[in-house]
């Protein structure tokens, strides 16, 4: 969360209420001074787009300012979704959400920014404050097409900045992000699909094995509810039978995780935060990560092994409810209510304790699991969750 002078911005959800209903005032501000054709404002479904982060701004939780960064390449972001409450303009709240969102740019480490708005008189002063800000004329850029009615608009940045500059400039907007802040007592993440970028482990090792295409169907069938996490597991059993501890690891090691987890999980735990890694996959997985990065507790399917060398034999099968059921359990013995949790996840194995935790933050989440979390975000660094995570 980043202080705003006064106010507070930060990534939210708009699918909530008062967001939406600030929406649909800037939709029909937009739809009123531009003809259909003419008319790009996103709309809900567009703004849960995964390319899309959501930002908005609010005083003393009084939402009065929302802004939109969308990602075009990599090298490329666009703002979307700039607006200010009618009974909150004239303040420069519109400087500062505009000023936040350089930021991320700049953090993320995209060379330009552009955005599309109106030619319309109505705009004037949105263009003028663009300006101000070093924008400068263009010409259309990713879908959009010439028009009279659209003023295109771009901000070149100055390449890569220097290292040191780089790492102020993180440390700064982290700082802004997470100071203060008031957590949930117990965060769970999930792995695969959430820690583990865009696979899971099951997958990871298969291609690693030869046989991808075989844990494909299995994965698939999986999502789609057909089969359970004891299928993908015996199945897994035989493929690594006679396979070492060790080369299942340095294989995990090497794979893409998610950005930012060591100080995502230093940050919570240094406030007191106990962090958990609640998972179905293989538990040798989640110790590798609780090793590596500190959870206080983890979970997970558990393999036959004798002196380092893994069997053909599932010793502990570990499903969905076995994941609510080992949340529960840690509670428990701490007296510690599931209100005061908060779990991040990412599809259908994090439904059961999305709905029975205080806060539940769907991350680059299948529409399953988006549908039943209480916040929605899409990030390739974990930190951009740590907002979301507080009370």
Same mark, same amino acid.
């Given at each position: 969360?980043?202080?705003?002078?006064?106010?507070?911005? +930060?990534?939210?959800?708009?699918?909530?209420?008062?967001?939406?209903?600030?929406?649909?005032?800037?939709?029909?501000?937009?739809?009123?001074?531009?003809?259909?054709?003419?008319?790009?404002?996103?709309?809900?479904?567009?703004?849960?787009?995964?390319?899309?982060?959501?930002? +908005?701004?609010?005083?003393?939780?009084? /939402?009065?300012?929302?802004?939109?960064?969308?990602?075009?390449?990599?090298?490329?972001?666009?703002?979307?979704?700039?607006?200010?409450?009618?009974?909150?303009?004239?303040?420069?709240?519109?400087?500062?959400?505009?000023?936040?969102?350089?930021?991320?740019?700049?953090?993320?480490?995209?060379?330009?920014?552009?955005?599309?708005?109106?030619?319309?008189?109505?705009?004037?002063?949105?263009?003028?404050?663009?300006?101000?800000?070093?924008?400068?004329?263009?010409?259309?850029?990713?879908?959009?097409?010439?028009?009279?009615?659209?003023?295109?608009?771009?901000?070149?940045?100055?390449?890569?900045?220097?290292?040191?500059?780089?790492?102020?400039?993180?440390?700064?907007?982290?700082?802004?992000?997470?100071?203060?802040?008031?957590?949930?007592?117990?965060?769970?993440?999930?792995?695969?699909?959430?820690?583990?970028?865009?696979?899971?482990?099951?997958?990871?090792?298969?291609?690693?094995?030869?046989?991808?295409?075989?844990?494909?169907?299995?994965?698939?069938?999986?999502?789609?509810?057909?089969?359970?996490?004891?299928?993908?597991?015996?199945?897994?059993?035989?493929?690594?039978?006679?396979?070492?501890?060790?080369?299942?690891?340095?294989?995990?090691?090497?794979?893409?995780?998610?950005?930012?987890?060591?100080?995502?999980?230093?940050?919570?735990?240094?406030?007191?935060?106990?962090?958990?890694?609640?998972?179905?996959?293989?538990?040798?997985?989640?110790?590798?990560?609780?090793?590596?990065?500190?959870?206080?507790?983890?979970?997970?399917?558990? /393999?036959?092994?004798?002196?380092?060398?893994?069997?053909?034999?599932?010793?502990?099968?570990?499903?969905?409810?076995?994941?609510?059921?080992?949340?529960?359990?840690?509670?428990?013995?701490?007296?510690?209510?599931?209100?005061?949790?908060?779990?991040?996840?990412?599809?259908?194995?994090?439904?059961?304790?999305?709905?029975?935790?205080?806060?539940?933050?769907? /991350?680059?989440?299948?529409?399953?699991?988006?549908?039943?979390?209480?916040?929605?975000?899409?990030?390739?660094?974990?930190?951009?969750? /740590?907002?979301?995570?507080?009370?």
């Amino acid at each position: 969360m980043r202080r705003a002078s006064s106010g507070s911005i +930060s990534v939210e959800d708009p699918r909530a209420i008062d967001v939406r209903e600030l929406l649909l005032a800037h939709l029909a501000f937009t739809g009123s001074h531009s003809p259909p054709g003419d008319m790009h404002a996103l709309d809900l479904d567009g703004l849960l787009d995964p390319s899309v982060t959501f930002f +908005s701004y609010r005083e003393d939780g009084e /939402l009065v300012a929302v802004g939109a960064l969308k990602r075009l390449d990599s090298s490329h972001a666009e703002l979307k979704s700039m607006h200010v409450a009618q009974a909150a303009r004239g303040r420069g709240i519109g400087r500062e959400m505009l000023d936040h969102l350089l930021g991320m740019v700049r953090e993320r480490g995209f060379d330009r920014v552009s955005i599309e708005t109106s030619a319309q008189p109505a705009f004037a002063a949105a263009r003028a404050l663009y300006a101000s800000a070093g924008f400068t004329r263009c010409g259309p850029f990713g879908q959009y097409v010439a028009s009279p009615r659209s003023t295109f608009m771009t901000l070149e940045l100055a390449g890569s900045l220097d290292p040191p500059i780089a790492e102020q400039l993180r440390s700064a907007v982290f700082d802004a992000m997470t100071t203060p802040a008031n957590y949930y007592p117990v965060v769970v993440f999930d792995l695969d699909g959430t820690l583990l970028r865009r696979t899971t482990v099951s997958l990871l090792l298969a291609e690693y094995l030869g046989h991808t295409e075989t844990f494909d169907e299995l994965e698939r069938s999986f999502a789609a509810g057909e089969i359970s996490n004891r299928a993908i597991a015996d199945a897994s059993a035989r493929c690594y039978a006679g396979r070492t501890t060790s080369e299942i690891r340095s294989v995990l090691a090497a794979a893409s995780w998610i950005d930012g987890i060591d100080e995502t999980v230093r940050t919570l735990a240094e406030t007191g935060t106990h962090v958990l890694l609640a998972t179905i996959t293989w538990r040798l997985a989640a110790e590798l990560l609780q090793e590596r990065h500190g959870f206080t507790s983890v979970s997970g399917t558990e /393999l036959q092994i004798t002196n380092e060398v893994v069997g053909d034999v599932v010793s502990r099968y570990f499903d969905e409810h076995d994941k609510l059921r080992f949340v529960e359990g840690w509670c428990a013995e701490r007296s510690i209510s599931l209100a005061d949790v908060a779990a991040v996840g990412d599809s259908r194995s994090d439904i059961p304790l999305f709905r029975r935790v205080g806060r539940a933050v769907a /991350l680059n989440a299948t529409p399953e699991a988006q549908r039943v979390a209480t916040h929605v975000i899409d990030t390739e660094h974990l930190r951009e969750v /740590l907002p979301l995570l507080t009370r």
